[in-house]
Structures are given as structure tokens and as C-alpha cells.
């Protein structure tokens, strides 16, 4: 199974000494907390994801950022960076897959995840545009990634940053439909399904209704 994760090392070279400025010179400032800027890397990655994403294939759907969905990713990247892994399941069992399904139990649809990490070093801080569009570029050589930004039938997303003593974790959900769908009495859905690529889950035949599961596939895995 193909595992739609990296890990993005961002190696800065520290020189052995430090340079003074000139006399009445004014030492610059620090970078900002990287905590205070996760939110404009949120938004700096949706955008990038956007316009890439119509540059992949021009039929795409728009994809409508999604309070739900953000709310999951939030969670889910402040979860890696608060115990230190990078993976599509939580040490404790959860994934964006099941957690959605807590907040919306008929919820039946797509849903595709790409994660990441990247350091940073507290001298050079975050660059939000460098750290996006790096995240960018990364998934861009990896065709599962790839796969999930260019998936046209996508229409939601929610992207989540969080940080730790010296990374930048990152979870972008892309979703078809983000509603209720009728089950008649057949019950919540208590099964997902995993796929190799978003176009293999849409090639899929749909299950009988009793046997349908509440998430069609979690992208790639």
C-alpha cells in the first residue's frame, strides 16, 4: 500500500561565528513565534493547492474550504506535532477518516489526506510562503499526492497547521460532498474503506446499502 506521507528535512547551515553589525547599527528583530503563523500558512497552502490543482487539470472542481474538514486537520496536525509523528493514524487509533464519521455518522463520500513535516530552526523562524510552497513542491513529485490535489471530482477541503519545538506539521483534507445522505434504517455507518488513488475509489462499484461504508476510501494511504 502506498504511503501518501513525507518528511520534509529543511537543513539550515549555521555559520561557527557571528557577524556584528556596525557600530549604532540595530540588531534584527527575532523571527515571529512560528505559533502565531500557522493560521497564514493554512491559508497560504489552500491557495497554492487551488491554483495548482486547476493547473493539473483546468476541469477540476473549486474546492470550498470547509469548517468541518478544517476542524479535523487542525486536529490532526496538532496531534502529530504534540507526539512527534507523521502518519495517517494516531498512535491511538484515530484517523481524519474516523473522526469525521464522529462529527457526521451518514456522512458518505470521498475523502483524501496529504500530511507533512518540515523543521525550522528558531534563528530563521517560519517563512510562510518558503514553508508552503515547499510543501508544495514536495508533494508535487509524489504521485499519490499529486493524485489527491488533481482529483477533479474534489469540491471541499480544510487545511490544519500546528507546530512543535522545532517542526511544522500539516494535514490537508480534500472531500467529495460534505453532507448527510439519507441511510434508511440501515443505521450509522461503522466501516471505511481504503483505496490506492481517488480514481480508483470513484471506479469502485457501490455496495448494496446495508453494506455501504460511511466513507467511501480515505484517498491514499
Known amino acids: 500500500m502506498t504511503r501518501a506521507a513525507f518528511f520534509l528535512l529543511a537543513a539550515v ?8 553589525g556596525q557600530v549604532g ?39 470550498a474550504i470547509d469548517p468541518e474538514l478544517s476542524r479535523i486537520a487542525r486536529a490532526r496536525a496538532s496531534d502529530m506535532a504534540a507526539k512527534n509523528y507523521l502518519a495517517h493514524a494516531a498512535p491511538n487509533g484515530d484517523t481524519s477518516a474516523s473522526l469525521l464519521m464522529q462529527q457526521n455518522e451518514k456522512w458518505q463520500g470521498l475523502l483524501g489526506e496529504n500530511l507533512a513535516a518540515q523543521h525550522y530552526t528558531k534563528q530563521a523562524g517560519v517563512a510562510v510562503d518558503d514553508f508552503a510552497q515547499r510543501f508544495l513542491d514536495e508533494w508535487l513529485k509524489s504521485p499519490p499526492h499529486r493524485d489527491n490535489m488533481a482529483f477533479p471530482n474534489y469540491d471541499h477541503a480544510g487545511v490544519g497547521a500546528a507546530v512543535n519545538g522545532d517542526t511544522v ?53
Open 25 to 63: 547599527e540595530k540588531a534584527a528583530p527575532p523571527p515571529p513565534d512560528p505559533r502565531t503563523q500557522m493560521g497564514a500558512l493554512e491559508t497560504r497552502i489552500a491557495a497554492l493547492v487551488e491554483e495548482q490543482r486547476h493547473k493539473l487539470d483546468p476541469s477540476a472542481r473549486f474546492l
Open 169 to 221: 506539521y500539516v494535514a490537508v483534507l480534500f472531500s467529495t460532498d460534505l453532507g448527510l445522505k439519507p441511510r434508511g434504517n440501515d443505521g450509522p455507518a461503522s466501516a471505511v474503506t481504503t483505496w490506492q488513488s481517488p480514481a480508483a475509489a470513484s471506479a469502485a462499484p457501490a455496495k448494496a446499502p446495508q453494506d455501504r461504508p460511511g466513507l467511501r476510501g480515505e484517498g491514499v494511504q
Open 13 to 20: 547551515l549555521l555559520g561557527a561565528c557571528t557577524t556584528l
